[in-house]
């Protein structure tokens, strides 16, 4: 099974500027989740979708928001970017349903944006 | 507020040394536990996922326990390889988190010296 894949790669953007980021989960999952990776702050949850619905939301402001699609791509984007805004977001997706259940996070390589 | 805590930072040990990496949270109301570990400026790979009701959970040189009254979790790497080094993090879920939100710790650096 071909694992979680996120496209770009590597970003670089300038402040002001807004960016999507894109990931593929696992072929049969449903759940994808988003993270913000820095150095000071660790990895962060952003946001998780579920068949296509925000399922739970982390502390970020307003300028980050995403979307899932009915294939269960996933999408997030970031508007008006900020120098703190640089950091690796990784995507995971599980094969988590409503009630439980095993659900072991399978995340991909990330995506480093640069706002410069 | 649940709070994850990895301890310690960074450590350096020579090669064939068994070792403890420890993990803290400070809300015992979890619905499991995960262990990854990271690559530098790569993705996260899961370890080992220990729910709730399990003590323990091995794979391979690998065997990580929870002990979810005093809110602790370690994972014990035996026989280290140079290979093993990376960093590596915990992350919980809560009890009453029906979605797939980890809180994470800030990580271990493990470097193994051959």
């Known amino acids: 099974k071909a694992g979680v894949t996120q496209t770009p790669r590597y970003l670089i953007k300038t402040r002001g500027q807004q960016v999507t980021l894109s990931c593929s989960p696992i072929?049969?999952?449903?759940?994808v989740s988003w993270y913000q990776q820095t150095p000071g702050q660790g990895l962060q949850f952003l946001f998780e979708?579920?068949?296509?619905?925000?399922?739970n939301k982390g502390n970020f402001p307003g300028r980050f928001s995403g979307r899932q699609f009915s294939n269960s791509r996933s999408e997030m984007n970031v508007s008006t970017l900020e120098l703190g805004d640089s950091a690796l977001y990784l995507c995971?997706?599980?094969?988590?349903?409503?009630?439980?259940?095993?659900?072991?996070?399978?995340f991909g390589p990330g995506t480093r944006l640069t706002v410069l | 507020k649940q709070e994850v805590t990895q301890i310690p930072a960074a450590l350096s040990v020579p090669e064939g040394e068994n070792l403890v990496l420890n993990c803290s949270f400070t809300?015992?109301?979890?619905?499991?536990l995960q262990w990854f570990r990271q690559d530098p400026g790569k993705g996260l790979t899961s370890l080992l996922l220990?729910?709730?009701?399990?003590r323990e959970q091995t794979s391979g040189r690998l065997n990580a326990s929870l002990d979810k009254s005093s809110g602790r979790s370690t994972l014990y790497i035996a026989a280290s390889q140079p290979g093993d080094s990376a960093t590596y993090l915990c992350?919980?879920?809560?009890?009453?988190?029906?979605?797939?939100?980890?809180?994470f710790g800030q990580g271990t650096e493990l470097s193994v010296k051959p």
């Open positions: 995971a997706s599980s094969n988590l349903v409503t009630g439980g259940g095993t659900d072991t996070q399978y």
């Open positions: 072929s049969g999952h449903r759940s």
């Open positions: 979708y579920f068949s296509e619905t925000q399922r």
């Open positions: 809300d015992s109301a979890i619905y499991n």
């Open positions: 220990i729910q709730s009701s399990q």
């Open positions: 992350a919980v879920k809560a009890l009453y988190n029906q979605g797939g939100k980890l809180i």
